[in-house]
C-alpha cells in the first residue's frame, strides 16, 4: 500500500495544470516528443522537460529512445484509469454550472474514442454491453473474465489469443476488467482483450484516429462489422 507521502507526491504531480495536459495528450496510447507535450501544456521546451523527468522519476510515464528522439508515453495502464477516473470526478465537480454547447469534437469524443489502448465513449461501453449480455464477458466492480464463449468471439476475429494470454501472465496485466467511462458514467472494458479489440478495430480499418483528438471516427466498415459480430449500433 503507498505511503500517504507517496499518494500526495503523485497526486501533486498529476493535479499541475501543465503536467496534467502532457499527461490527457497521452492517454490515446500514443508517445510524445518533449516539443509535441510542450505545445500541448503551452509552455517552453526547457520547463516540459523539467515536468516530464519528474513524472519520469514517479513512474507515471516512461521514455523510448528512437534515434536522436526521446518519445514519452504512460508508464502502464494504470496511470490511464487514473487520469479517466480523474476526468470522470472533475466532470462531476461542477453540478452548478450551466450546460455547455457541445461541439463538434466534444460530440465525437463522447461516440468513440481511445482511452489508453482500449475504446471508450459510446462505442466502447456499447460493445461491454453486448459482450456482457451475450456472456462473454462477466464484469463485476473491480474486475472482469473472459468467457470461453468470449474466447471463441476472440478466435473468429482472428485474435490470436494465447500469446496475449501468456503477456498477461508474464506482464501482470489483467486479461480484462471494466473502466469507468467518464462520459458515459458506464464501465467500457479495459485490459489486455480490451487492447486487442481496439488494436483489432484500427488495423482492420474499422474506425479511423481523427488528428490531434483522442476521438476515433467509426467507417462504414466498422459500423457493419460492429453491427454483424457484436449486435451493436454505433451512432
Not at 466502447?124 to 472482469?144: H, I, N, P, R, S
Not at 473468429?156 to 498477461?168: E, T, Y
Not at 462520459?183 to 479511423?208: K, Q
Request: net charge positive; aromatic share 2%; glycine share 10%.
Amino acid at each position: 500500500m503507498a505511503s500517504n507521502a507517496t499518494f500526495a507526491e503523485v497526486a501533486a504531480l498529476a493535479g499541475d495544470p501543465a503536467r496534467a495536459g502532457m499527461l490527457h495528450a497521452l492517454m490515446d496510447g500514443r508517445a510524445l516528443t518533449a516539443s509535441e507535450l510542450a505545445r500541448v501544456a503551452g509552455i517552453t521546451p526547457q520547463t516540459a522537460s523539467t515536468h516530464l523527468a519528474r513524472l519520469c522519476v514517479a513512474g507515471l510515464l516512461e521514455v523510448e529512445k528512437q534515434g536522436r528522439h526521446r518519445y514519452h508515453r504512460l508508464a502502464s495502464p494504470a496511470v490511464a484509469q487514473m487520469m479517466e477516473s480523474i476526468m470522470l470526478v472533475a466532470s462531476r465537480a461542477e453540478p452548478s454550472k450551466a450546460k455547455l454547447t457541445i461541439g463538434p469534437r466534444d460530440a465525437a469524443l463522447r461516440a468513440a474514442r481511445t482511452c489508453y489502448d482500449h475504446l471508450a465513449g459510446r462505442l466502447g461501453v456499447a460493445l461491454a454491453d453486448a459482450m456482457v449480455a451475450k456472456g462473454q464477458v462477466e464484469l463485476a466492480k473491480d474486475g472482469g473474465l473472459m468467457t470461453e464463449t468470449g474466447m471463441e468471439l476472440l478466435a473468429k476475429l482472428g485474435i490470436d489469443v494465447d500469446p496475449m494470454v501468456a503477456r498477461s501472465s508474464r506482464r501482470g496485466r489483467v486479461l480484462c476488467r471494466p473502466c469507468l467511462d467518464w462520459s458515459e458514467r458506464r464501465p467500457h472494458l479495459a485490459g489486455a482483450v480490451g487492447a486487442a479489440l481496439c488494436t483489432h478495430s484500427l488495423d482492420n480499418g474499422w474506425i479511423r484516429r481523427i488528428e490531434g483528438t483522442r476521438a476515433v471516427s467509426i467507417t462504414p466498415k466498422g459500423q457493419r462489422s460492429f453491427r454483424d459480430l457484436f449486435g451493436v449500433a454505433p451512432g
